[in-house]
């Protein structure tokens, strides 16, 4: 089956500095890449999310980035701001398994003010 | 719209015994997954149901169980309760088209076994 990678496990940055979490998958059939944020007690969100017919997208200060020849894709915050700090999860999934999500292993972000 | 919830919030129970969980979905959304979180394996999907049919299952045992009402609600249900069961128990919703969906959390339900 599936499996996700996702670096680092935890990330410290300055307030204002940019953060980059990467994950890689092994499953070339995969095609849709969601990331989630999971604020401390809370319930993960989606945040962005990129297909595999895209190489990026971006959506103000969050950019995703996919390479599928390398099987692996990024995440990247600018501008970076407190209420960034959270467990990110990247995922991936295929065509016709659209709900069984794989997560990557979590990236705990600290952005320090 | 009101969002996904689930009900326990909270749970303690004790190894052998069998617990219920309960998710509600979004209004309209016909598909429910639910996924155990523990901080050692992270986030693993257990199923999905969709239209009161297993669509998709992870590779859990079989202690494991769910099923879904013709309103889309969805439970689950865990037998003979083990120590590594502790863990939170997510459901997302979904409206379940053929393809990608978004999936939409629960706050989900703390299970500590003991």
């Known amino acids: 089956g599936e499996n996700v990678e996702q670096h680092p496990s935890t990330l410290s940055v300055q307030e204002g500095d940019s953060a980059v979490i990467k994950c890689t998958y092994s499953?070339?059939?995969?095609?849709?890449f969601p990331w989630y944020k999971q604020e401390l007690g809370k319930r993960p969100q989606l945040i962005i999310d990129?297909?595999?017919?895209?190489g990026e997208k971006k959506d103000q200060r969050i950019a995703v980035t996919l390479n599928k020849t390398a099987k692996h894709f990024s995440l990247h915050i600018t501008e970076t701001q407190p209420e960034d700090s959270a467990v990110y999860f990247c995922?991936?999934?295929?065509?016709?398994?659209?709900?069984?999500?794989?997560f990557g292993g979590g990236t705990r972000l600290m952005v320090k003010p | 719209k009101a969002g996904v919830t689930q009900t326990p919030r909270y749970l303690i129970k004790t190894r052998g015994q069998q617990v219920t969980l309960s998710c509600s979905p979004i209004?309209?959304?016909?598909?429910v997954s639910w996924y155990q979180q523990t901080p050692g394996q992270g986030l693993q999907f257990l199923f999905e149901?969709?239209?009161?049919?297993?669509?998709n299952k992870g590779n859990f045992p079989g202690r494991f169980s769910g099923r879904q009402f013709s309103n889309s609600r969805s439970e689950m249900n865990v037998s003979t309760l083990e120590l590594g069961d502790s863990a939170l128990y997510l459901c997302?919703?979904?409206?379940?088209?053929?393809?990608?969906?978004?999936?939409?959390f629960g706050p989900g339900t703390r299970l500590t076994v003991l």
């Open positions: 995922a991936s999934t295929k065509w016709n398994a659209g709900n069984m999500l794989t």
């Open positions: 499953d070339s059939a995969s095609n849709y």
């Open positions: 990129i297909r595999s017919n895209v």
């Open positions: 209004s309209g959304h016909r598909s």
């Open positions: 149901y969709f239209s009161e049919t297993q669509r």
């Open positions: 997302a919703s979904s409206l379940g088209r053929r393809g990608w969906n978004e999936q939409f």
